[in-house]
């Protein structure tokens, strides 16, 4: 290859990979918005919102645009919505006297702020089923079976609509709440009934073991109480008997005290005779005053045999 040729096959490189770049800039500064959408364009992280159908201009690489239908979607609740299969951890709910009941419900809205819808939350889909289940549960649970049913679905419905618009003005992830209606509600299959009067039985057993412990309280309360009131008195009674022989061995003391005082030495041999007196006359012993200095108390029977016969006597 000449060097001719060389430059000519560099000049169309350089001319193709100018053409290439062009094309990626342009294919990277051009979006389109369709109807009934809007566009969130996003510079150094700061959004703004386009909403004029038709094609629009972009920095490549600065700016970057998240596209947002702006037509209004729905969801199922209760039932998958591809072959219409009853979800019962959904579905299933609780009237006001207590009766279960299966109901679905389609749910509509729309996107009302993109950026909010966006930026706002991770997953605003999941927190507007949320919520709607909660109030759904929560409404149910103020009608009653015949209402769900039949009769009060329209009122329901309203109750519903009412609540979560509030709720989700409040939470603001840019989503509007258009319509949710009962698309049907039925009875629970026989495998629900039966739980339900399993769960009748366990509620009216609690109530039967309720009644037991409150008559088993009635009863007992008064009888304890009244032992109580027993004690109480025996042992005021028992405190009053024990205060007043404290006094009154108090007074003995003291007046033995004040004759004591007056005469010690007769005061002590009177003491001693009365002790004697108490002592003595239980005792098999002998007193010997020999040498007339020192008395002398002699048993005639063995103490230890004394305690040794007790014991035995106690036994017996």
Not at 120 to 139: F, G
Not at 159 to 179: C, F, P, T, V
Request: hydrophobic letters at 40%; aromatic letters at 8%.
């Amino acid at each position: 290859m000449t060097t001719k040729q060389a430059k000519l096959s560099l000049r169309f490189f350089n001319l193709f990979a100018g053409l290439l770049i062009l094309a990626i800039l342009a294919f990277n500064s051009i979006y389109t918005i369709q109807e009934q959408e809007q566009a969130v364009v996003i510079t150094f992280g700061k959004a703004s919102i386009v909403t004029t159908p038709g094609p629009h201009l972009k920095i490549p690489f600065c700016q970057n645009v998240r596209i947002v239908p702006m037509v209004i979607n729905g969801f199922s609740i209760g039932y998958t919505g591809e072959n219409n299969e009853s979800d019962y951890n959904e579905s299933m709910m609780i009237t006001s006297d207590y009766n279960f009941v299966n109901v679905d419900f389609f749910l509509e809205y729309k996107v009302s702020d993109p950026e909010r819808y966006l930026f706002a939350s991770d997953e605003p889909l999941v927190i507007l089923k949320n919520l709607a289940l909660s109030y759904i549960r929560d409404t149910i649970g103020l009608h009653g079976v015949d209402e769900v049913i039949t009769t009060g679905k329209n009122e329901i419905q309203a109750e519903i609509k009412e609540k979560l618009s509030a709720r989700l003005e409040q939470e603001d992830i840019g989503l509007q709440l258009i319509n949710i209606t009962i698309q049907d509600s039925e009875p629970p299959t026989t495998e629900v009934r039966d739980a339900f009067k399993n769960v009748e039985t366990a509620k009216q057993g609690k109530e039967t073991a309720i009644n037991t412990a409150r008559k088993y309280e009635s009863e007992q309360v008064p009888a304890a109480r009244a032992q109580e009131d027993s004690v109480l008195k025996s042992a005021d009674a028992q405190k009053e008997f024990r205060i007043n022989d404290a006094k009154a061995q108090i007074a003995v003391f003291s007046a033995m005290f004040q004759e004591y005082q007056k005469n010690p030495l007769m005061t002590k041999q009177r003491m001693f005779y009365e002790a004697m007196e108490e002592i003595l006359p239980n005792m098999k012993i002998i007193i010997d005053n020999g040498d007339g200095s020192t008395s002398k108390i002699l048993p005639l029977e063995s103490f230890v045999d004394n305690k040794t016969n007790s014991s035995a006597e106690e036994e017996r």
